[in-house]
């Protein structure tokens, strides 16, 4: 195998802080990170849903992953961001926040970096994980965003993104 070969196969993963877990997540995913900002309240939200944002003219729902992940609820501090990334729900793309602690680092893992999620012993449900990346001598939990995202109670949150469609008008004849 060759130095490019070997790169070709490595994946990036966005590190960061939820709590005193830390997660990762494929950049493929990620479209931006931006400053926390309090998200307007939606009445009647699931509780790991924390508001919605405009961002660029978008509605965009923020997701609590500590409370996803049955932790206390993030405590906002100077470091805290909103990690926006692109998931598709219902065959539609749509943007959804999720609330960090803090970035910590780009990670670039190789397949043999990449170990089986251990069936105990985490924070993290292991249906939202793809695995566990070795850092050195610890571990990363790699979330799985598609398994994560698409739980019934964020899907919900996607619908809070799109427009309410108006009525039909009564057929005049």
Known sequence: MTKNDASASATQFLAFI?????L???L???KEII?????TAVPLAPGCIRGVINLRGSVVPVIDLATVFKLQPTKVSKRTCIIIVEVSLGGDKTLMGLVADQVS???VLQPDDIAAAPSFGTGVHIDYLLGMGKVQNK?????????ILTTQEL?????LSQPAQAPAAPAHG
Do not use: Q, R, T
């Open 18 to 22: 939820v709590g005193k877990e830390e």
């Open 24 to 26: 990762a997540i494929d």
């Open 28 to 30: 493929l995913w990620i």
């Open 35 to 39: 400053s926390y900002s309090e998200p």
């Open 105 to 107: 680092d780009v990670l």
């Open 139 to 147: 571990f990363v939990l790699l979330l799985d965003v598609d398994k």
């Open 155 to 159: 899907v919900s949150a996607a619908k």
